[in-house]
């Protein structure tokens, strides 16, 4: 069974930086995509950005050139450095994940989540 867990969220100024982190742990041999989504009170859970197992990435437009996805295989840890944060990035951040080295959109598809971390930025 394949587990997430999420760390580094936090609470910072309008301009300032944070990096979420995501350990990964429960992997068979298939390929997966990895994600980040985040969900803000009373709006749906979005797609931030994902990484494929080509390490092909996609960004949400609201957050193109500001965030970074990477991996570091050899932790089995998924980041997201989020730069130039704004009051609307507020939301509670997920990691998850699905198998097949194509990202889906939705996050129906993807069976596996984190329980996620708190990010607030205040102006």
């Known amino acids: 069974q394949v587990q997430l867990v999420e760390s580094g969220g936090g609470s910072v100024q309008a301009g300032g930086s944070l990096r979420l982190s995501c350990v990964a742990s429960?992997?068979?041999?298939?390929?997966?995509?990895m994600g980040w989504f985040r969900q803000a009170p009373g709006k749906e859970r979005e797609r931030v950005a994902s990484?494929?197992?080509?390490?092909?990435?996609i960004y949400a437009d609201s957050v193109r050139g500001r965030f970074t996805i990477s991996q570091d295989n050899a932790k089995n840890t998924l980041y997201l450095q989020m730069n130039s944060l704004k009051p609307e990035d507020t939301a509670t951040y997920y990691c998850a994940a699905h198998r097949g080295g194509y990202c889906y959109f939705g996050s129906s598809m993807y069976p596996y989540w984190g329980q996620g971390t708190q990010v607030t930025v205040s102006s």
């Open positions: 429960g992997y068979t041999g298939s390929t997966y995509c």
């Open positions: 990484i494929d197992s080509a390490r092909t990435t």
